[in-house]
């Protein structure tokens, strides 16, 4: 019924920048928050970022003033700007949101969505 879909993802030296997109589609009434995580090999999956609806965002301490995400309500789509890319940023990135779908006449139902998961390699 939604689907996230990711794209961005790819290998990058360090010091380097990429961009990650997340496109949201489906019978989608409301998103709430949305975000980005990751999971490095070896390691549990843990999050990099979040955004409200309102813009209000939150960010690992990793990744603080490294990272930028934003998100267009309307296109229902979200993005991860990375810059200053570490080797430790290695690691599958996945989008996540909190989507609201309506089940029927004044009827909803609030489902927790993840995407496929996107490969960011930073090696030299």
């Known amino acids: 019924q939604v689907q996230l879909v990711e794209s961005g993802g790819g290998l990058v030296q360090p010091g380097g920048s990429l961009r990650l997109s997340c496109a949201a589609s489906?019978?989608?009434?409301?998103?709430?928050?949305m975000g980005w995580y990751r999971q490095a090999p070896g390691k549990e999956r843990e999050l990099v970022a979040t955004i409200t609806p309102g813009g209000a965002t939150n960010y690992a301490d990793s990744v603080k003033g490294r990272f930028t995400i934003s998100r267009d309500n309307a296109r229902n789509t979200v993005w991860l700007q990375m810059n200053s890319l570490k080797p430790e940023d290695t690691a599958v990135y996945y989008c996540?949101?909190?989507?609201?779908?309506?089940?029927?006449?004044?009827?909803?139902?609030?489902?927790?969505?993840w995407g496929q998961g996107t490969l960011v390699t930073i090696s030299s």
């Open positions: 996540n949101a909190g989507v609201q779908i309506q089940i029927g006449i004044g009827a909803y139902r609030y489902l927790e969505v």
């Open positions: 489906g019978s989608i009434s409301r998103i709430n928050a």
